[in-house]
């Protein structure tokens, strides 16, 4: 991927969470994708990152994030981005 579709993927990605929409934010994982979250810590497998999405819509239904500086860092096939969420 290029750097252009790191963002693109990651501005999807907040899209698709501010929408709350568990459906499209597993189909943006591969099937056996690993995230790595502080909230959920390692999770395998598109099913796994899904129930977690469930879970943290659950906690915090007014879930929001804003991506004000467009600052990410992508190498070989990770990506990190620096948001706000309230």
Do not use: K, W
């Not at 899209?15 to 459906?23: F, G, K, M, Q, T």
């Not at 591969?30 to 790595?36: F, G, K, M, T, Y």
């Not at 467009?70 to 948001?83: K, N, Q, T, V, Y």
């Amino acid at each position: 991927m290029t750097r252009s579709d790191v963002r693109r993927l990651l501005q999807q990605h907040q899209h698709e969470l501010n929408r709350h929409d568990v459906a499209a934010l597993a189909a943006l994982y591969a099937e056996d994708a690993v995230l790595e979250s502080p909230m959920f810590h390692t999770l395998s497998g598109r099913t796994a990152i899904a129930a977690s999405f469930e879970q943290l819509f659950a906690l915090f239904p007014d879930y929001a994030i804003t991506m004000r500086d467009p600052l990410f860092i992508c190498e070989g096939d990770r990506a990190a981005e620096f948001s706000t969420v309230t």
